[in-house]
Every structure is written in structure tokens, then in C-alpha cells.
């Protein structure tokens, strides 16, 4: 049985020290460079989660305004089956040498200025639409801008990672630099 270690801990133990103060400055960096690109990272997810959610809603109710709009063009085309058939029948008294009655005409014209209403409701219904759907791209574009910039992040976090365990200061400085990017990106998307 062994009376003690068989490593040498007093020199392990002064090794450790010795590798912390020459990197623990650097260590330091990219441990505060790298927390800051997390921040950054979590807000811009929480950006992108809020943007797709918001466009599908807007995309919800452009669904749903051109669902109305085709409602209203066949209420649009049943008022004008139903003037057909008034005036067709108004014409079957023309042809029998009689005079129509007066409701016929009526009715007819009734039905035209119906379709007028119905055809302005419809065409409303789709500039809401297209209105909506339009906006819902826009934040769509931002969505994949948001989306982005947090993969651009976690490549930053992981070069930072990769630094840190090998000293690399030139993968720190990729780290950096990369983090940099992310921030114009996710910037821009508030512009």
C-alpha cells in the first residue's frame, strides 16, 4: 500500500497557479467578451422569437381578411345571379307583348347598387389583406435578420470557448470579431 500521492501534488499545485497567472488575465477577457456575446445572444433570440410570432399573428389576419373578401365576391355574385334572373324575367314579359312590372326594374337596379357595395366591401377587404400581409414580411425580414445575428453569437461563444481552452489569443480576436458582427447585424434590424 502506498504511504502517499504518487503524483506530486506541491508541483501540480504550483503548475496550476503558474498556467492561471500567465492566462488569467487573457482568461479574464474572454470569459467577460464572451459573457457580453451571450447577452446578446439571448435578446436577439428572444427578437426573433417575437418577430415570427408577430408576423405569423399579422399572416393569421391577412388569412382571415381575404377569407372575408371572398365571401363578399360571392355575395357579389349571387346578387348579380339574382338581377339575372329578375331581368330574365322582365324580358320573358317584354316577349309575351306585355309590360313588365315596375318591381322587376326595380329590383334589378336594386341589385346592381347592392353589387356596387358588396364589390367596394371586397376590394377594402383585400387592401387589408395585402396591407397585412405586407407587414408580416417586413418582420419576417427582421425575423431572419434576429435569427441571424444569434447563430453569428453561438459561433462567437463557441470561438471564445475553443480560446479559452488553448490560449489561442488569435481565436479570441476571431471571437471578437465575429461577436462585432453579430452586434451590426442584430443592430440593423432595428433600423
Known sequence: MPEG???????????????????????????LT??????FA??????????????LLLK??????????????????????KA????AARTAWLAADKAAPAALEDT???????QQDIQHDAREKERERDA???????????HHGFANSVALFQIAIALGAV???????????????LGAAAIVLFAIQFV
Not at 5 to 31: C, M, Q, R, W, Y
Not at 42 to 55: D, F, P, Q, R, W
Not at 108 to 114: F, N, P
Not at 164 to 176: D, E, H, P, Y
Open 108 to 114: 334589378v337596379q336594386r341589385y346592381a347598387h347592392e
Open 163 to 177: 480560446s479559452a481552452l488553448t490560449q489561442g489569443r488569435a481565436l479570441w480576436v476571431g471571437s471578437m470579431l
Open 60 to 81: 393569421t389576419e391577412a388569412t382571415r381578411f381575404q377569407a372575408e373578401a371572398s365571401d363578399q365576391w360571392a355575395y357579389y355574385q349571387a346578387k348579380g345571379i
Open 5 to 31: 500521492p504518487e503524483v506530486d501534488t506541491e508541483t501540480l499545485n504550483e503548475t496550476i497557479h503558474d498556467a492561471v497567472e500567465k492566462g488569467g488575465g487573457f482568461l479574464k477577457s474572454v470569459a
Open 42 to 55: 439571448a435578446v436577439a433570440s428572444l427578437k426573433a422569437g417575437a418577430t415570427i410570432n408577430e408576423a
Open 84 to 87: 339575372a334572373v329578375e331581368e
Open 132 to 142: 397585412k400581409s405586407k407587414e408580416a414580411d417586413q418582420l419576417l425580414a427582421h
Open 34 to 39: 464572451t459573457a457580453v456575446l451571450a447577452a
